[in-house]
């Protein structure tokens, strides 16, 4: 079936450094992407979206990257601070109504002080 | 703005009884609204969508006879575990459309399920 995954379970960063977290998503039909942070014991929580009619989209320290050529998708965020260590997802969906949303397996971001 | 209030945050009960979720959209009108299920370290598995006004939609495996939903309003809707067993313990999570384009979907605070 269709999937949305991702090819790092856990990334660990140097506080102060770039993160670059990626995601391969495999419904060409898709055409809204989101990415979601989640900490331990809480729901997701938005970061950054992005549709298929753009190929990158920046908000505060982050910067979301879609590629889709190869159907690839980034999250990168700048100057990485503790308070970044989470577990982030992205989920892929339809724009046009209230669709459901597909998420990615998630990768661990562990941030070194 | 687009807040989704989830409850209760954690639960234990008992085999066999049945427990109630809410999700709540507090400043916004929600017309549809997801309910998650998480194991721990894993990703988020969506088990149905939720309509205002009508039945709900499940996704392939879930028991709709286990996992009842009611959207009875368009700020709440509700997610009652029935006969609960141990392997029903889990993360459950709701998420409410909204369109507001900055917010995506928002997700509630999750509740812990544990049944003993």
């Known amino acids: 079936g269709e999937s949305v995954g991702l090819h790092l379970p856990t990334l660990s960063v140097q506080e102060g450094d770039n993160s670059i977290i990626n995601c391969a998503y495999s419904?060409?039909?898709?055409?809204?992407f989101i990415w979601y942070k989640q900490e331990s014991g809480k729901g997701p929580q938005f970061i950054i979206d992005?549709?298929?009619?753009?190929d990158k989209r920046q908000g505060q320290r982050v910067t979301v990257l879609l590629n889709k050529t190869v159907k690839h998708l980034s999250l990168q965020i700048a100057a990485t601070q503790p308070g970044d260590s989470a577990v982030y997802f992205c989920?892929?969906?339809?724009?046009?109504?209230?669709?459901?949303?597909?998420f990615g397996t998630g990768t661990k971001l562990q941030v070194i002080p | 703005g687009a807040v989704v209030s989830q409850h209760p945050s954690r639960v234990i009960c008992k085999s066999g009884t049945s427990v109630k979720i809410e999700c709540r959209s507090l400043?916004?009108?929600?017309?549809?609204m997801f309910w998650y299920r998480q194991f721990p370290k894993k990703s988020l598995m969506l088990m149905a969508t939720?309509?205002?006004?009508?039945?709900?939609?499940?996704e392939q495996g879930v028991e709709k006879d286990k996992f009842l939903i009611n959207h009875a309003s368009l700020t709440l809707s509700t997610l009652t575990v029935t006969s609960a067993h141990p392997e029903d313990s889990s993360f459950y999570i709701c998420?409410?459309?909204?369109?507001?384009?900055?917010?995506?979907?928002?997700f509630g605070s999750g509740t812990r399920l544990t049944v003993v």
């Open positions: 998420s409410a459309a909204t369109t507001r384009a900055d917010y995506g979907y928002t």
């Open positions: 419904n060409s039909a898709s055409d809204y």
């Open positions: 992005i549709r298929s009619n753009m």
């Open positions: 989920a892929e969906t339809f724009s046009g109504g209230y669709q459901k949303v597909t």
């Open positions: 400043d916004f009108q929600a017309t549809t």
């Open positions: 939720s309509n205002e006004g009508s039945k709900a939609t499940y």
